[in-house]
């Protein structure tokens, strides 16, 4: 079995289940030490490319408002403010 | 007033600035039925409105009748809100209209009805224009009132599942005249960018009157016509909208479309760390099983016999510090033959393959043990047997005894 993790193409969620596989695989009988160490590092390769996604850094919370007229501007959105209750129509 | 004439301007004037002037008329709420309607190219609507009786000219220019929620068509019933002023090249009175709507909208629900069939029919709701929802959006466009009750939940829905995801809003009104336009100038900027993934429209709860913005045929083909994929969540789990059936998922309620949009990082991030301790886990305990199996095969008294392994599987032991797995699969077939022709070898000597020359073996039960037989001596009358054939077992009552030797008993 050769290395067939082609991170462009994998989706996080893919690499996880892949990942679910592998572990699911390590845990019967049928694979040999060498295929387990192979399965093994691939597991390894999944890991380091799911950490990367969750050591994403935090979203931003921005509205875009107008300027003249138009949306030109954002700006950080606050959620605590304009707290006039039911001003579901401005 | 002392001239006795007057010009035909200063008439028109004079009529102009009386109208101009009358309270009631400067801003008025006329009621009427659409005749003769006529959008020019310029922008700007003319048609008349009339009822049995009577008639009056109307006009709405492009600045007012740009967001209007419908399109106006003779025999309409409206609602017109403007001024009567005087157009003075032609000395006509007209209704100046500012914003209009549709009159006997009592029925909401039979239009929305209407308007549904008819999107069907068209096939805008079809499967064919709805777009997959991204697994894992980055950034997600907010349509909705940034003043709103349902920004909250959607914002606060959102943060807690994945915090990685960033939310840009475009506010929105979204109920009353304003309304639809603002939809969809919001919508159609965020669909314009190109770092948005995903769109989510929404609305807290109200009537039918008050998500009427959502039931909007304009605001319905912007939606399916958008190259973002749009999430809908207007109002409560039992409020369906015509903006619902043109979305590419429709949730019943503003957090819903959050948790539709985002998934929960919680759990997915439990059960990431779960996989991660348990490949770890895994490895540890197969390297573990074989080489305690390798122990045990090592200590087995086979292998104390010294013609067969010392010398050079002595050597091999050695390498498999550095070659572990190799060398443990190569042991492990090695040894599995020599101990198939080993136990070949006692198979000859077995007492089944005694049986198998057509000898048997007679066995006394006691209880639910038995014991060989070897002498008459072991047995009495009437006690049951077991004899051992090479295919089978039988069960048998003694009868009779008898001695070869010396003849005791009968």
Not at chain 2, 227 to 256: C, K, M, Q, W, Y
Request: charged content about 35%; proline content about 2%; some cysteine.
């Amino acid at each position: 079995m050769t290395e067939e993790i082609n991170k462009e193409e994998l989706s996080f969620e893919e690499a996880i289940d892949k990942l679910d596989v592998i572990v699911r695989e390590l845990d019967s009988d049928l694979l040999s030490l060498d295929e387990a160490m192979e399965r093994f590092t691939e597991g390894l390769e999944l890991i380091k490319f799911c950490q990367k996604e969750l050591d994403q850094a935090e979203g931003k919370l921005e509205q875009i408002v107008k300027e003249d007229g138009e949306f030109n501007k954002v700006i950080p959105f606050d959620l605590t403010g304009g707290d006039n209750n039911n001003q579901e129509d401005d | 007033m002392e001239s006795k004439h007057f010009t035909v301007s200063e008439v028109t004037r004079y009529i102009k600035d009386l109208l101009r002037n009358d309270d009631v008329l400067n801003q008025i709420e006329v009621v009427g039925e659409i005749s003769n309607f006529h959008h020019h190219r310029s922008g700007h609507m003319y048609f008349s409105l009339k009822d049995d009786d009577s008639k009056i000219n109307a006009v709405m220019f492009k600045g007012n009748n740009f967001n209007l929620d419908f399109q106006p068509e003779d025999g309409q019933k409206v609602r017109a809100f403007g001024y009567i002023d005087l157009y003075v090249p032609r000395g006509e009175y007209q209704l100046y209209v500012e914003a209009m709507s549709e009159e006997g909208e009592g029925d909401l629900y039979q239009k929305f009805l209407r308007l549904k069939e008819k999107l069907e029919k068209e096939g805008l709701f079809a499967d064919e224009h709805k777009q997959p929802i991204p697994e894992f959006p980055k950034k997600i466009g907010l349509v909705t009132s940034a003043g709103g009750a349902a920004i909250r939940d959607i914002i606060s829905v959102i943060n807690r599942r994945d915090a990685r995801v960033s939310i840009l809003v475009a506010s929105a009104r979204v109920q009353g005249t304003e309304s639809v336009g603002e939809l969809i100038e919001s919508l159609r900027y965020l669909d314009n960018r190109d770092d948005i993934d995903l769109i989510i429209i929404s609305r807290g709860g109200g009537s039918l009157e008050d998500l009427w913005s959502f039931n909007n045929e304009i605001l319905a083909r912007e939606i399916v016509g958008a190259n973002t994929p749009i999430i809908s969540g207007v109002g409560h789990e039992t409020d369906f909208t015509i903006a619902d059936l043109a979305a590419d998922l429709r949730a019943p309620t503003p957090s819903a479309a959050a948790e539709l949009a985002v998934k929960d990082m919680v759990s997915i991030r439990n059960r990431f760390n779960n996989l991660n301790e348990q490949l770890y886990y895994k490895i540890n305990k197969k390297v573990r099983d074989a080489r305690k199996e390798l122990d045990f095969i090592l200590k087995n008294r086979i292998w104390r016999n010294p013609d067969l392994i010392i010398s050079d599987q002595r050597q091999e032991f050695d390498d498999i510090s550095n070659n572990f797995n190799q060398a443990m699969e190569k042991y492990f077939k090695e040894k599995h033959d020599q101990i198939s022709k080993l136990s070949l070898k006692l198979d000859g000597l077995s007492p089944l393959k005694i049986l198998s020359r057509g000898y048997s073996i007679t066995e006394k039960i006691k209880g639910d043990k038995s014991e060989v037989v070897s002498s008459v001596d072991n047995l009495s009358k009437g006690e049951l047997i077991k004899t051992l054939l090479k295919d089978g077992q039988l069960v048998s009552k003694v009868k009779n005894i008898k001695e070869v030797s010396n003849d005791r008993r009968d």
